[in-house]
Every structure is written in C-alpha cells, then in structure tokens.
C-alpha cells in the first residue's frame, strides 16, 4: 500500500516589533530597524558607513557606536536633505552618529526635528561638507549636549521652539554661527562658539537671535566661550581665580528684535565637559525626563 505524504503550507507569523534591534546584526539598515520597532525601543547602530536619509515618526532611542557615519552622499537639497528628520515624536533620543556628505557641493543637513517633544541630541559630530548640523522647529523640551558642529553653513538653527537646553556643544561655521528666532526659555551655556575663521569680515558674523528670551549662562557665574571675544574687547581683563572675562559679549550687536542679548559671564577657556551631568544641564529644571 503506498503511503503519501502530504506537505502543508503554513503561514508564518509576522515578526513582532522588537525593544532592541542592531544594524546591521539585526537588519541591513537604520530604517528598516527603526521600521520594525516597538515604541520606545532602542536602536544601536554598529561601525560602518550607511547611506541613508532617516525618518523618525515614534519615540525611540538611536545610538551609534564609535565610527558609526551617516554619508548624504545620494540626495540633492531640494530632495529633502536632512538626514535625520523626526517628525510629531514625543521622546527621542539621537547620540554619537557622525555626519558627513561626500556629494559635492555639501547639500544634506544633519538633524530637524520638527513638533517634537522630549528630545535628546547628544555625542554626535557634524563634519564640515555638511550643509548645516542641527535644525529645531516646533521643539519643545530639549537638550542639545556635547556635540561637534563643524559644518560649511550655520551649526544651530532653532525656530519657534521653547525650553531648549544647549550645552557643552562646539559651534564652528561658515555663517552664523546659529540663529535663534521665536523661542522661548532658552538656556545656553559652557558652549564653545567659533567666529567664521575663513569670512573676509569676522567681526560681522555674529549669531542671529530674534524674538527670543535666552539665559546665556548656568546660573553659577559660567557663560561661554567665544573665540573672538579677545578681538573685540581688547581691553578686557580676566577676573582673577573666576575664569570668566570682565566685560560682557554682547551675542548679536544687530539686535534686530530691539532686544539686548549678553553673555555677562564669558569664559576665557574653552570649556570642558564635567563628570557630574547636573554640571551639565541634563535634565535642567526637570524638564528633560530621557537623559541621566
């Protein structure tokens, strides 16, 4: 008697989302991981160099390992450039990505996050063959920490955003070095602000800061440093034992709003980042839940 053996096709189940993914371990691209994430999951991206253009829609947390690059190699500005862009995420946290764009001329932006809330940028480096570093539209809640924005047009563009946190970030650029417009409780300190070291007219290239109430200082007498702070005042002198110079920045000389924006407490050195991360405004005045 022949016996037949029947062979059934059974469905396989779709993959559950999953709280922690790698890439490329786990999936060949960022997106695709992001893509098969459950919210609030983490996404670690290992070594290499991915040619992507991000889109973050759910909180999650995107960390690179050392040597992780994004390149923007493959689009155009008018094509959407930013290489991360996040948009409605409540809780996200972006850290220790480098940025580069090997397309020539540097059109691609770094990072815009656009009607977020709870955002952390931290650890990330932004080459300068990138357009811009990072852009914040209708942010609310946000610590921008630690970061090296060495970018061929302006490091930090903000807009209508409130209760932003910038500190410890390096700020170097072909233009401004970042421009502020309709925002509100800003707190900016222990940043290192370069002047444009290749502009024909240095001492005109000031920030651009509009309609906008801004604290340029921690609140313990540390402001910020600025490097061309000796060629405009002089005849400042350092307070002794203080670390801080006696005669105030004045942030945007222009001030196109009518208002009067001044570092009065600014460092003579380049600050360094401290070990203690109340020092560091993480999570300042409670308003940043994700980081610490």
Not at 4 to 21: F, G, M, N, S, Y
Not at 53 to 62: A, D, F, M, N, P
Not at 176 to 194: D, G, K
Request: proline content about 6%.
């Amino acid at each position: 008697m022949m016996t037949i053996t029947v062979l059934l096709r059974i469905p396989i189940k779709a993959q559950e989302p999953q709280t922690h993914v790698k890439v490329p371990t786990d999936f060949l691209t960022i997106q695709q991981a992001i893509d098969n994430l459950a919210p609030s999951g983490t996404v670690t991206v290992e070594n290499g160099t991915y040619y992507e253009y991000v889109r973050i829609h759910e909180s999650l947390t995107l960390t690179a390992t050392d040597k992780s690059i994004i390149d923007g190699k493959y689009r155009t500005y008018l094509e959407s450039p930013w290489q991360i862009y996040a948009l409605g995420v409540n809780n996200l946290v972006i850290s220790g990505f480098t940025f580069v764009t090997t397309y020539i001329p540097p059109l691609a932006i770094g990072i815009r996050c656009e009607n977020c809330t709870n955002v952390v940028i931290t650890n990330c480096t932004f080459e300068d063959t990138t357009c811009s570093g990072i852009e914040l539209v209708g942010v609310s809640n946000a610590l921008i920490f630690n970061n090296m924005i060495d970018c061929s047009s302006v490091p930090f563009i903000m807009w209508n955003s409130n209760n932003v946190t910038i500190t410890y970030n390096t700020l170097r650029d072909a233009g401004e070095q970042f421009q502020m417009y309709n925002s509100r409780n800003i707190v900016f300190h222990h940043n290192n602000v370069f002047n444009d070291e290749w502009s024909c007219h240095p001492t005109n290239d000031y920030p651009r800061v509009s309609n906008t109430t801004c604290i340029w200082d921690d609140g313990r007498g540390q402001g910020n440093y600025w490097s061309d702070y000796a060629e405009r005042y002089p005849k400042a002198k350092e307070l002794v034992g203080l670390g801080i110079w006696d005669t105030p920045y004045q942030i945007d000389p222009d001030d196109v709003d009518g208002q009067e924006h001044f570092d009065y407490y600014p460092l003579v050195k380049d600050p360094q980042v401290s070990s203690d991360p109340t020092e560091n405004g993480c999570g300042a005045g409670g308003k940043i839940p994700l980081m610490c």
